[in-house]
DNA sequence: AGCTATCTTGAATAAACATTCAAAATAAAG
DNA sequence: CTTTATTTTGAATGTTTATTCAAGATAGCT
């Protein structure tokens, strides 16, 4: 018997940015091989395919921005102290223009879920994770007094996703920071009204 | 002399629903011989390359949206109503799953604007002009007392245009057409007070 | 230490790719 | 009708692509 010579998280977080970098159909094989330092026949003993490996890190990518959600709202004092943090980090990875930063998820969603069923499966089911986080957000924030008003928790989470996903789409076309903040800014007002 | 024989409209809406299908990386020239009935030799002759025939088809897009995007403000008796209507569009449009129905200029930005910078320039003035556009929409609107409130036109404009960026890519994943319209309707409520 | 199952290596492969080009066709001008 | 400038044609080009595979290396078990 043998164990594998390469860590599993370190070669997938080297994929997830070469994919960010060029988006997957424009990253080869040998990118891939010069980003990730394994040999193409180690990663198709690894990962079956390039496929396969973009599934992988869409899987380690979303393991490590949940853990990322988590701590901002846990470094927070309450809910809506969370929110304002979280869309701050994302105002900041909008404005950052480094592709590294950017999100894989909506990347791949708008590049390849489309054409390939099981790419959406896995997207989708991460879209429906985010959504539950967010919404669970929001019920503590009613229960703490610091947001009001009619709207349910799953409704406001709908609409901060929505918000999200423009404003990092948006920020391509248009850079400027305090307009990128601006837009924020607003969103949160409405989503918290 | 001699004139092209192709109708250059035609060939554009050809290329464009070959880009809006595969994506512009995944559409290879073949598809695009196959999309448009012409060889490569003419592609080559009338738009010099691949990149070419994408920069020419975002343009013609571009037009096409813009007329439909006016007739639909021109059909309705306020600007309040211009924006129902309009939202009623998007929605249909997210709905409806036909990739040909999907936003060129909105997959472009997500898929070549960060490492293609003549496109980066050219969807970037596109969002400027969508957003000019709005912005005319919401003075109007003021100007006819049908929403009030303390939000520039350009602001609302800015999250009205975030607002549907995000209705797209949420769109899919979450492919449920009561919660598409639910958020859409939303929007509209923000983006009017 | 020796065995064996598994991983690593990297050259080889075949398909797909964007692009070129010279020959044939043809529209407009004279 | 002839000339001329331009387009069309489609096979050829050379590159890049994802993937395979047999040979070599090595970790863990006995």
Same mark, same amino acid.
């Given at each position: 018997?043998?164990?594998?010579?390469? @860590?599993?998280?370190?070669?997938?977080?080297?994929?997830?940015?070469?994919?960010?970098?060029?988006?997957?159909?424009?990253?080869?094989?040998? @990118?891939?091989?010069?980003?990730?330092?394994?040999? /193409? =026949?180690?990663?198709?003993?690894?990962?079956?395919?390039?496929? =396969? +490996? !973009? !599934?992988?890190?869409?899987?380690?990518?979303?393991?490590?921005?949940?853990?990322?959600?988590?701590?901002?709202?846990?470094?927070?004092?309450?809910?809506?102290?969370?929110?304002?943090?979280?869309?701050?980090?994302?105002?900041?990875?909008?404005?950052?223009?480094?592709?590294?930063?950017?999100?894989?998820?909506?990347?791949?969603?708008?590049?390849?879920?489309?054409?390939?069923?099981?790419?959406?499966?896995? !997207?989708?089911?991460?879209?429906?994770?985010?959504?539950?986080?967010?919404?669970?957000?929001?019920?503590?924030?009613?229960?703490? =007094?610091?947001?009001?008003?009619?709207?349910? /928790?799953?409704?406001?989470?709908?609409? +901060?996703?929505?918000?999200?996903?423009? +404003?990092?789409?948006?920020?391509?076309?248009?850079?400027? /920071?305090?307009?990128?903040?601006?837009?924020?800014?607003? +969103?949160?007002? @409405?989503?918290?009204?």
């Amino acid at each position: 018997m043998r164990s594998a010579e390469f @860590d599993r998280e370190v070669v997938l977080r080297a994929a997830m940015n070469a994919f960010m970098e060029k988006g997957y159909n424009k990253t080869s094989m040998q @990118d891939l091989k010069l980003a990730t330092g394994l040999h /193409p =026949g180690s990663i198709y003993c690894a990962f079956e395919n390039k496929k =396969g +490996l !973009l !599934l992988a890190s869409l899987e380690q990518y979303n393991l490590d921005r949940s853990e990322e959600l988590k701590s901002i709202f846990n470094g927070q004092s309450d809910a809506l102290s969370g929110l304002r943090a979280y869309l701050d980090s994302i105002v900041s990875e909008c404005v950052s223009g480094d592709p590294t930063q950017s999100c894989l998820s909506q990347k791949a969603i708008n590049e390849i879920a489309q054409t390939d069923e099981q790419a959406q499966a896995v !997207l989708s089911q991460q879209c429906v994770m985010w959504q539950g986080f967010m919404k669970e957000v929001f019920s503590q924030a009613s229960q703490q =007094g610091v947001i009001t008003g009619p709207r349910s /928790p799953q409704q406001r989470a709908q609409s +901060l996703i929505v918000g999200i996903y423009g +404003l990092r789409t948006f920020s391509q076309a248009q850079k400027d /920071p305090d307009v990128i903040s601006g837009i924020a800014n607003q +969103l949160l007002i @409405d989503v918290c009204r």
